[in-house]
Every structure is written in C-alpha cells, then in structure tokens.
C-alpha cells in the first residue's frame, strides 16, 4: 500500500473503533542487557582471566550472581510476556497497557512534547535519585553502547536493515509530566503514528528534536 493511500485512511479513520496497537518491546532491551551481563559472569567464572585460585569465593561469586542477575531476569521476561504490554491510540488519548492494567495514559490535547528518542525510558516510576542516580551514569559507558546494539539486532531480527535507525521510538510528554514511549517495529507502523499526530497534533515526528535521558533504572 502506498504512503499516500494510506494517509488518506488514516485521516478518515476513527480511532475508538480501530485505534493504533503497538506491542511494547522496551523491555526486552533490558533482559538484553542483564543477559549480557550473565554471560560476562560465565566467562569470569570459566575461563577465569584473574586466575583466582581459591574456589570457595568463585562458587560464591557464581551463585550469587544466578540470584542477583539471572534468576529476576527470567521472572521479569515471563511476567512480560504474559502480560503483553502494549500502547493503544484512540481518538482523544494514548494508553499504555500491561494486560487489561492501564499502566499510564495521556490526553491528546494534553500533549506538550513529542521527541525521537533510542532510550528504553517507559515509565516515570524508572526515575532514580541519590545513589542510584549516580550508580546509572556509572554503567552509562557499558549500557547505552549495548542498548544500540541490541536495538539493531532487534530491527534486523524483526524486519531488516531497511527499517533500522537509530533513534526508533517516539516519546510523548504532557502537561502533567507524563510520558509514553512508544516504539514501533515496521515501516507501517511508524507511517500510521506519523499521520495519527500529524493529523491530532499538527506535528511533524521526523523532524521532531532528540531526547536523551541518562539517569534512570528499570520497571
């Protein structure tokens, strides 16, 4: 189907009866992420580049990171996968989904930013202070290059290199400090939220500014 017969659908589309679904696939890029950890642990453990000697405190170094890296990484992937997070585009707002649990929503006149971002940041309840805050630009240098990678990984894996870039997602912010991140997978689906805010909003994404967002940790 072409881009313009397809803004033409768009534009007489009703929302409430066919809205825009777009299944969430942020927190992947976090299991991603602790599951290169883990193989970071094997390789420690295995093959031993510290050549530590004393196995009690390399077995106790193993388990310990099974319990504090694998085993919440597994529970968390379940738990997703069960749940099916998505965000849905009605006419007048946006929700974001867990199941049949609305995890955040926005009202369309509400909106007063709307950014392209390669973030993984989903939800305000992610924001850290303190320590944390500063244990997260801590592991800036090793996350973000793994975030874009995994993320090109993920796009080939799912559709190609053709509809890779770099900052993939679409943020929206509103007046309240709420905020959606919404990442589509296709081509069609970047068409059809392309069109649904240029049609609600008057906003042209492409040509929408950067989001960056450094400190926050994981929900």
């Known amino acids: 189907m072409s881009q313009e017969k397809l803004r033409q659908e768009d534009k007489a589309r009703d929302y409430d009866k066919e809205p825009i679904i777009i299944e969430d696939y942020n927190y992947i890029f976090e299991i991603l992420c602790l599951t290169f950890g883990f193989i970071l642990v094997l390789y420690a453990y295995f093959i031993n580049p510290l050549d530590n000697t004393n196995e009690i405190s390399r077995n106790y170094f193993f388990m310990n990171s099974i ?61 850290v202070e303190g320590f944390g805050a500063i244990f997260t630009f ?35 912010f509103d007046n309240d400090d709420k905020f959606i991140n919404i990442l589509p997978t296709t081509k069609n689906e970047r068409t059809k939220i392309i069109n649904y805010f240029s049609e609600k909003n008057n906003i042209n994404i492409e040509q929408s500014k950067l989001f960056y967002k450094l400190d926050y940790g994981y929900k």
Request: net charge positive.
């Open 67 to 127: 319990g504090a890296v694998l085993i919440p990484t597994v529970i968390f992937y379940f738990q997703m996968r069960k749940s099916k997070r998505k965000i849905i585009l009605k006419n007048n707002e946006i929700l974001f989904m867990e199941g049949n649990e609305l995890l955040e929503s926005i009202n369309i006149n509400n909106i007063r930013l709307i950014q392209r971002t390669f973030n993984d940041y989903y939800l305000k309840s992610q924001d």
């Open 138 to 172: 801590l592991i800036v240098p090793i996350y973000f290059p793994l975030l874009i990678i995994n993320k090109f990984l993920f796009h080939i894996f799912k559709n190609g290199l053709n509809n890779y870039r770099l900052f993939d997602a679409i943020i929206i």
